[in-house]
């Protein structure tokens, strides 16, 4: 019963390609496997716009949307219907291209964002055997199709010919070539320890339990270090606060989609979400466990169920983010990628060595502990040296 | 033709398409790219002749491609480091303009 | 010659000239783009799945955002007025095509080319790694020393000289 749970889209999968002819079935399998993916993950897309727009009003002291409900009823379901007419207005809206723009260039901006984000999910294992492509090369296929992101934030900026639009791609582009660095350093040290690049097999890595405890790497001094940066990384690839650089509306209106409107817009901010929810996936797969269960007593729980569990939690951590930090200044965005990151992360790449090579016991927690934190205070000390960061203090608002 | 012929071809084109660009254009940034194309077109003969030929397993093709994108990237980064100290000496990129060997 | 082959290898050729005959520089860098991934679109129908998707992290990833980058950084982006080849390009084209057909009779003749294809190798990128860390340690071990002096040589090259600026 527990299992057949677990397996319940898989083998919902596999009864329904029994329907095409044979020589139809792969074709319906891609089939079967993609659009539910893609629709679980668009609707996702719409829940979450609803929970941020609610959880900045909660942080910020105000409601959020609760007004729209079912439509053409009275049901109104705290405002949970808003993507609804959202969607709708972006779908109708004008679609305004710049006398001056590159028109084709301007067009494909936003099919280039979102084809890769797409073609990430392929590797994502949201549970188990719930793979899309098990690829040999699995991670780094979902970095390749990153790099892709790049492309679109300066197609979007340069064919839009709007000073604003140029500064959010160029802030973009510096911002995510220079996070892509400890982004994928980190999760080298995972690779390392797991021997493979496939997805699936990192997942099984982490599938077993130490007392009550879970194998995640989270767990581990390396793990937890390269979690954090891992994280911090994928909030600077995703573009969100405090590293909405790229789209500052306070500075530079709104970046690189500056001159988008309609169903373009809504392409882009599509996307973006799609992007976050990506890495957040791939973090989880990296470092907290996959689809596995936190506990032993409760691996009853469908797989997709948990993946989906820690994929939200992320995402409110995402959302809290937002709502709470103030923005970086561009220069100490770079600083802190080249001169903290990156050290770090490849300190993390020894130290996960190092973990690897002292076997089992209580000395390598201590080594390790104290490689990570050490340059972790040395690292911060030195940037924080001659700053005179002090109380703020406001000159002319008294 | 057999497919390792086809892939050859599509190669030497593209090495054509590469070096002509890169002696025909006056951007120095678009010669770069040139020689980035005869770089690829390099590594498909290699990656192909290492698909259709003898001893797949002993993984040079492939070993000689990971290194030739490396250095790819190496020689696209220090070609335009020296393309933007250009730019900022002589205001420009034509290279027919650039001649001088002096200040 | 699979129709897929036929496919990509169009697309890999008409993006390749369209990178190198556009006026617009980043237009061409764009079609350099396709050019790219119809490039490792091939090496993944020849089974080089570890090389197709290094090829579109390093180049599309890297090289292509760094040419754009140049490009932008020159002041190039806009369409030129004046002309944009060469004095002599006609002798450019001449020599390519000369060189094209010599490559392209020399396949076409050789008989060094095998004649079957041969089933496909089932490589795993832990027989590159193993591969990389065994057998090739040492190119391996240049290439990262190549790699770090190329750094350093590009950040020196394109930085801003101090001594001018103050006179």
């Given at each position: 019963m527990v299992k057949s749970l677990d397996q319940l889209f898989v083998n919902l999968k596999h009864w329904a390609v029994g329907f095409f002819p044979d020589a139809w079935q792969p074709l319906g399998s891609a089939i079967l496997s993609i659009a539910p993916m893609v629709a679980v993950f668009g609707g996702l897309f719409a829940i979450i716009t609803i929970f941020e727009r609610k959880g900045l009003g909660r942080i910020q002291n105000r409601y959020g949307p609760n007004r729209v409900g079912i439509p053409f009823t009275d049901i109104r379901l705290c405002g949970f219907g808003q993507f609804i007419p959202d969607g709708i207005k972006a779908l109708i809206k004008e679609d305004v291209v710049p006398r001056a723009a590159d028109k084709v260039v301007h067009f494909l901006a936003p099919i280039v964002l979102l084809i890769p984000v797409l073609l990430a999910y392929a590797v994502l294992p949201i549970g188990r055997n719930m793979t899309i492509a098990d690829y040999d090369a699995g991670v780094l296929f979902f970095f390749a199709v990153g790099a892709a992101v790049e492309l679109s934030v300066f197609m979007a900026g340069w064919s839009s010919r709007n000073k604003y639009s140029l500064l959010g791609a160029m802030r973009g582009i510096a911002q995510m070539i220079s996070y892509e660095i400890p982004l994928i350093l980190s999760s080298v040290a995972v690779i390392m320890m797991v021997g493979s690049l496939k997805t699936v097999d990192i997942v099984a890595a982490q599938s077993t339990y130490n007392g009550l405890l879970p194998n995640w790497y989270v767990l581990t001094p390396w793990g937890f270090a390269g979690f954090i940066i891992f994280f911090i990384a994928s909030l600077a690839e995703s573009n969100r606060?405090?590293?909405d650089l790229p789209e500052a509306e306070s500075e530079i209106i709104a970046g690189y989609f500056t001159e988008y409107s309609g169903f373009k817009f809504a392409l882009f901010f599509l996307g973006e979400y799609l992007g976050m929810f990506a890495i957040s996936g791939l973090g989880i797969t990296l470092f907290l466990g996959g689809w596995n269960a936190p506990f032993p007593f409760l691996t009853w729980v469908p797989s997709y169920v948990w993946f989906f569990t820690k994929l939200t939690t992320l995402i409110f951590t995402f959302i809290w983010i937002r709502g709470t930090l103030p923005r970086l200044r561009m220069d100490q965005l770079m600083n802190f990628a080249w001169k903290f990151m990156i050290p770090m992360a490849l300190i993390n790449v020894v130290v996960a060595g190092i973990w690897h090579f002292m076997g089992p016991g209580l000395a390598r927690w201590i080594v390790c502990v104290l490689l990570v934190g050490g340059p972790y205070v040395l690292l911060g000390r030195g940037l924080m040296e001659n700053k005179h960061l002090g109380k703020r203090t406001y000159r002319f608002a008294d | 033709m057999t497919p390792l012929q086809g892939y050859l071809l599509l190669s030497a084109l593209l090495f054509a398409i590469g070096l002509a660009g890169a002696v025909t254009r006056r951007n120095a940034i678009l010669a770069l790219v040139g020689i980035e194309l005869m770089l690829n077109a390099a590594n498909l003969n290699f990656i192909a002749f290492w698909r259709f030929g003898p001893n797949p397993e002993a993984l040079t093709g492939v070993m000689f491609v990971i290194f030739s994108i490396a250095l790819a990237a190496a020689e696209a980064a220090v070609g335009l480091a020296l393309i933007i100290a250009i730019y900022r000496h002589y205001k420009t990129v034509n290279l027919d303009e650039v001649k001088n060997l002096k200040g | 010659m699979s129709p897929v082959f036929i496919i990509l290898a169009l697309v890999t050729l008409l993006s390749a000239s369209a990178a190198m005959s556009l006026r617009n520089l980043v237009h061409c860098s764009l079609s350099l783009v396709v050019t790219f991934a119809g490039l490792a679109a091939l090496y993944l129908q020849l089974h080089a799945q570890f090389v197709g998707f290094a090829q579109v992290l390093v180049y599309i990833g890297a090289v292509a955002i760094l040419i754009v980058f140049a490009i932008l950084l020159t002041r190039s982006g806009d369409t030129p007025n004046q002309v944009v080849l060469a004095p002599g390009w006609i002798a450019g084209i001449i020599i390519s095509a000369v060189v094209f057909a010599a490559l392209g009779w020399a396949v076409l003749n050789?008989?060094?080319?095998?004649k079957q294809t041969p089933a496909a190798p089932d490589v795993t990128v832990k027989n590159i790694g193993d591969a990389l860390m065994s057998k090739y340690v040492l190119p391996l071990e240049v290439m990262g020393l190549l790699l770090t002096a190329a750094m350093i040589g590009a950040v020196i090259i394109a930085m801003r000289d101090e001594h001018k600026e103050v006179k």
């Open positions: 606060a405090p590293f | - | 050789s008989n060094a080319i095998a």
